[in-house]
């Protein structure tokens, strides 16, 4: 299994991304496992700031409540972090993986940096 995210870039405050993750490996299954949604920033630990459950309930950090949407594909075996509103506290490597997460599934990330 791998779970590659991507669609990160430079955006400045206020502005939106997308971010995108999609999972391949044909025994994963985005509807059977809770998704979430994890960033670290520079100096500081891996958080998670999203989650959607099997059951399609949502969690989200305080941090980012209210601008970040965390939705799925389980077609596609996709799951994606629409973000809004950005801050420049949001600037971080943005990783997907199942919540609790499982080691050996970190992909690279994709980076997020908000900056004017």
């Known amino acids: 299994v791998q779970l590659q995210a991507s669609g990160g870039g430079l955006v400045q405050p206020g502005g939106s991304l997308r971010l995108s993750c999609t999972a391949s490996?044909?025994?994963?299954?985005?509807?059977?496992?809770?998704m979430g949604w994890y960033r670290q920033a520079p100096g500081k630990e891996r958080e998670l700031v999203a989650t959607?459950?099997?059951?399609?309930?949502?969690k989200y950090a305080d941090s980012v409540k209210g601008r970040l949407t965390i939705s799925r594909d389980v077609a596609k075996k996709m799951v994606y972090l629409q973000m809004n509103t950005l801050k420049p506290e949001d600037t971080a490597v943005y990783y997907c993986?199942?919540?609790?997460?499982?080691?050996?599934?970190w992909g690279q990330g994709t980076q997020v940096t908000v900056s004017s």
């Open positions: 959607i459950t099997s059951s399609s309930n949502t």
């Open positions: 490996g044909s025994i994963f299954s985005t509807s059977m496992n809770a």
């Open positions: 993986n199942t919540d609790p997460p499982y080691a050996p599934w």
